[in-house]
């Protein structure tokens, strides 16, 4: 695997990452390069900042859940493993339409094409 040195550290190009806009991180997957610009994820956008993934990636299983309106869910996008544009994305379920989509900022992500659906709930202490 080819290894880039940036700012005093090395990544491995086509290593598997949590790419962050610098507080949070959004997504993980696979890093395609690194510029001056950030870091670029494969199939997507440059990101500020990318963290290393300790956790081995799991299996994806086909279910049926039922999605509540309004709740918070993580799922990966995309249907073809090896073309899986986003993995571990969050939003909000939204039934409402044709199709059901969760929706992250303005932009609605069909459920017809994610995988991986897990219901966030918040812990009670």
């Known amino acids: 695997m080819k290894t880039v ?8 190009i086509g290593g598997i990452y949590g790419f962050s806009d610098g507080d949070h991180v959004v997504c993980v997957g ?4 690194i510029t001056s ?5 494969k199939y997507g956008v440059y990101w500020s900042e990318v963290t290393e993934c300790k956790a081995p990636l799991g299996t994806i299983k086909e279910t049926s859940i039922e999605l509540e309106d309004g709740a918070a869910y993580q799922f990966d996008f995309g249907s073809n493993p090896e073309l899986l544009l986003n993995i571990g994305l969050i939003g909000t379920y939204d039934g409402n339409g044709a199709t059901g989509c969760f929706w992250i900022k303005d932009t609605p ?10 219901k966030l709930v918040p812990e009670v202490k």
């Open 5 to 12: 040195i940036h700012k005093g550290k090395e990544y491995q």
């Open 109 to 118: 992500w069909y459920t017809q094409d994610c995988t991986n659906i897990v």
């Open 37 to 41: 610009d950030g870091f670029l994820k």
């Open 30 to 33: 696979e890093l395609e390069s």
